[in-house]
């Protein structure tokens, strides 16, 4: 299941906008650039994954103020703790784990919420209702409300690796190092989340018989 990407992009203000950019270049050389001083091969860096990280975390928080701070300050920490990357993964990979533990931060300080778009795009379960008119309008919301309500009672470990898997595309493999979890883990947690949503949509469907 392969989605496009949120409408309406990040609308950053990000290290990007304040660094000037260099040329494509690989992640090794930039990493090693930026190591020795040149904070322009960071704002490389930033260019080429900012878009890329806020669509996924956009899809489990639900929210895009939230989910542009998050990428944000994942940005920053990446940054400030670049001499840590061992670049025994993908720098993304490790990015990536950055945002989520700062997205399990934010979400201790806030109760998240659910987009209407990340509902429909993920479960693709909204009813038909062949009935135009305001009525239909009306019937409709209240459809999408519920089932956001059931993407939302999904606990945030487990909509990340629903996201990462049946969103992204994601290997079990590069799900375990972005989330730092084994891979048995990330398969047990996929397991419940599908059968969690599927129950949820299920009691959503039998309300409205």
């Known amino acids: 299941m392969k989605l496009p990407p949120p409408e309406g992009g990040g609308n950053f203000?990000?290290?990007?906008?304040?660094?000037?950019?260099?040329?494509?270049?690989?992640?090794?050389?930039?990493?090693?650039?930026?190591?020795?001083?040149?904070?322009?091969?960071?704002?490389?860096?930033?260019?080429?994954?900012?878009d890329r990280l806020y669509n996924t975390i956009l899809r489990i928080v639900g929210g895009r103020e939230d989910a542009r701070d998050?990428?944000?300050?994942?940005?920053?920490?990446?940054?400030?703790?670049?001499?840590?990357?061992?670049?025994?993964?993908?720098?993304?990979?490790?990015?990536?784990?950055?945002?989520?533990?700062?997205?399990?931060?934010?979400?201790?300080?806030?109760?998240?919420s659910v987009s209407v778009d990340y509902v429909h795009q993920t479960t693709g379960q909204q009813p038909v209702d062949?009935?135009?008119?305001?009525?239909?309008?009306m019937e409709e919301a209240?459809?999408?409300?519920?089932?956001?309500?059931?993407i939302a009672a999904l606990s945030e470990e487990h909509r990340a690796v629903l996201v990462l898997r049946e969103i992204d595309g994601c290997c079990y493999e590069t799900i375990s190092e972005?989330?730092?979890?084994?891979?048995?883990?990330?398969?047990?947690?996929?397991?419940?989340?599908?059968?969690?949503?599927?129950?949820q949509l299920r009691e959503v469907l039998l309300l409205e018989e």
């Open 13 to 50: 203000s990000p290290l990007s906008r304040v660094l000037v950019v260099k040329p494509m270049s690989d992640d090794s050389q930039l990493i090693a650039e930026t190591l020795a001083g040149d904070t322009a091969a960071f704002g490389q860096l930033v260019e080429q994954y900012q």
């Open 70 to 112: 998050i990428v944000q300050e994942a940005f920053v920490q990446a940054f400030l703790k670049l001499d840590t990357f061992q670049q025994n993964s993908a720098f993304y990979t490790w990015l990536y784990r950055i945002a989520f533990n700062v997205a399990a931060s934010h979400r201790r300080r806030r109760r998240p």
């Open 130 to 137: 062949s009935r135009p008119g305001p009525e239909h309008r």
């Open 142 to 150: 209240e459809r999408r409300q519920q089932v956001e309500q059931a």
């Open 178 to 199: 972005m989330l730092g979890l084994p891979i048995g883990t990330v398969r047990s947690r996929l397991h419940r989340a599908r059968l969690q949503l599927r129950e």
